[in-house]
Nanobody
């Protein structure tokens, strides 16, 4: 069992930056694939980025590539999402997630077993 707590969201102007954090508790954090998703009302949850247990393999959605950076600190059992050059279309609730497998389904919410409560990111134009 893993418990995840998201934080770091807020209101920022277009072009600004935010860093999201996801603090985990429970056993075997270092064994999990960690990911970030986002969701706006009325739309499906959208994949943002994922990182494998050792931090050596990373995937990004095309929409955030070059602007967002995912990282993890297994000693601090925390995963981060550094978001730069934010755009109004990045506005969403951001969720971190933990899953057991790095697979071709890593961009699917069904690949993940545990979820944070979400943190709101609002980018003004």
């Amino acid at each position: 069992q893993v418990q995840l707590v998201d934080s770091g969201g807020g209101l920022v102007q277009a072009g600004g930056s935010l860093r999201l954090s996801c603090a985990a508790s429970g056993r075997s954090f270092s064994a999990y694939v960690m990911a970030w998703f986002r969701q706006v009302p009325g739309k499906e949850r959208e994949f943002v980025s994922a990182i494998n247990p050792s931090g050596t393999i990373i995937a990004y959605a095309d929409s955030v590539k070059g602007r967002f950076t995912i990282s993890r600190d297994n000693a601090k059992i925390t995963v981060y999402l550094q978001m730069n050059s934010l755009k109004p279309e990045d506005t969403a609730v951001y969720y971190c997630a933990a899953g057991s497998f790095w697979s071709s389904e890593r961009a699917s919410p069904q690949n993940y077993d545990y979820w944070g409560q979400g943190t709101q990111v609002t980018v003004s134009s």
